[in-house]
């Protein structure tokens, strides 16, 4: 039996068409992708984006009342909206766990109704927390979210041996992250790609690139970040900035509805 079952909400990056209940096609060929999401064991959500409830309750026909915990990468509104929040918080049959870093939650424009059905949990770079029987490592990531004094977040969830490191927003790894990175030993990494196979463009300090995603995960390799049958998965994948002809190698390209199993 698996240790995580994942499930891939939304796999896109901003510019993709916002139509949170509008749009039922469900595509494996990453044609149609909704912003980025996660659903991990049923019970734990990374975002509620805009799209996020829709496709997995009137889509993917997922139940949902056990979930039990959010976790944020950053307040952006292609990762954030309160009323996906509000969907996810109905479903739910008790207080839901939200977990963000600390400097986010003034800028949630959380209601008082929203606050009393969940247990917020400001998040520390660097402090691991529990959840259920998980354990999360929160990370910084590189990216901009100046307007706002949060952090955004990468992720590290293990579980019974097994772990895997979740990146959608951010381009190059802090100095910080990487030296946490590189006493890991991780079963899958999901990397953000944002731009396609494009050696030059400006959203490189806070996106990456596939030349910049293949520099990683050689290093990555050679650090032994990842085990020796470990996955690299790509998501945050820009509409306007990909093409039907790329190659991913080893790399697996997620799709919305994907599932994986660790």
């Known amino acids: 039996m698996a ?69 944020l990468t950053h307040s952006h509104k292609d990762h954030f909206t309160n009323k996906a929040l509000d969907s996810f918080l109905g479903e739910a049959k008790g207080k839901v766990g ?9 800028w949630l424009k959380l209601t008082q109704e929203e606050q009393e059905r969940m247990n917020i949990h400001p998040l520390k770079i660097g402090k691991r927390v529990k959840a259920g029987d998980m354990t999360i490592l929160p990370l910084g990531a590189n990216h901009e979210v100046s307007r706002t004094q949060e952090t ?38 999901i990397l953000e790609a944002t731009v396609g196979n494009m050696r030059a463009n400006y959203r490189i300090a806070s996106h990456n690139t596939l030349p910049m995603v293949e520099l990683l995960v050689a290093s990555i390799e050679e650090c032994g970040i990842l085990k020796e049958d470990g996955r690299v998965v790509l998501s945050h ?13 080893n790399m697996i390209a997620a799709y919305d509805g994907m599932k994986l199993e660790i």
């Open 3 to 71: 240790v995580f079952e994942l499930v891939f909400l939304g796999t896109g990056a901003a510019d993709w068409p916002l139509r949170p209940g509008a749009d039922v096609r469900y595509d494996v060929n990453g044609v149609i992708r909704r912003t980025s999401s996660l659903l991990i064991n049923g019970k734990y959500l990374i975002d509620p984006a805009p799209e996020s409830w829709f496709f997995a309750k009137k889509v993917l026909k997922l139940d949902l009342s056990g979930l039990k915990g959010i976790f």
């Open 98 to 106: 939200f977990y963000c870093h600390e400097g986010t939650i003034p």
């Open 152 to 189: 955004a977040l990468h992720y590290i969830f293990s579980r019974e041996g097994k772990s895997f490191f979740y990146g959608c927003d951010g381009a190059w790894f802090l100095a910080q992250t990487w030296s946490v990175l590189q006493k890991q030993k991780l079963d899958v990494m």
């Open 237 to 249: 994948m820009a509409r306007e900035l990909h093409s039907p002809e790329e190659e991913y190698g």
